[in-house]
């Protein structure tokens, strides 16, 4: 099956790991994210869901509005290439189930290795916007796929 990809799959499967790596880096190691601040004896949870989010929200003036976007905009973003390249590197899940579970089960990977190795916080806000944003990048995935099917419909 390996022999019937395409070259475009080709390519979005290098970036796919390519994205990981990146991401990998951004959530635990990145100095800019915050990551040197904290304590490394302290455990950081919310368990309170729209807590932080209702806090950035309520003091975006303070925080300002880089904090604000790239506390929530930058959640969801962050997502986003998952959920569109994910039906690509696995053929087999493409549905919007697969594409919502598979990122929530991901984000909380990584907000339980931020707590436990105490690299971040964990926080259930951070799950919600993973979520939204692999779950948006899924219906640009399917916006680009029902485009071309489109365009090789009108070509026929």
């Known amino acids: ?37 904290r304590d490394p004896g302290e455990f950081a949870y919310n368990l309170e869901l729209f807590r932080e989010i209702r806090r950035f929200y309520i003091y975006r003036e303070q925080l300002g509005l880089k904090a604000v976007i790239l506390n929530l905009g930058g959640n969801v973003l962050a997502f986003a290439p998952f959920g569109f390249m994910l039906p690509v590197v696995i053929r087999k899940r493409k549905c919007f189930f697969d594409a919502a579970m598979l990122s929530f089960l991901l984000s909380f990977c990584i907000e339980t290795i931020q707590l436990t190795f105490r690299v971040g916080s964990f926080d259930v806000d951070d799950l919600l916007l993973n979520t939204v944003g692999g779950i948006l990048g899924y219906w640009c995935y399917r916006g680009v796929q029902a485009f071309r099917i489109r365009r090789k419909l009108r070509a026929v």
Do not use: C, H
């Open 1 to 37: 099956m390996e022999n019937s990809t395409t070259r475009n799959q080709r390519i979005i499967r290098v970036l796919f790991v390519a994205y990981m790596v990146v991401l990998v880096y951004l959530v635990f190691f990145a100095e800019s994210m915050g990551r040197a601040d």
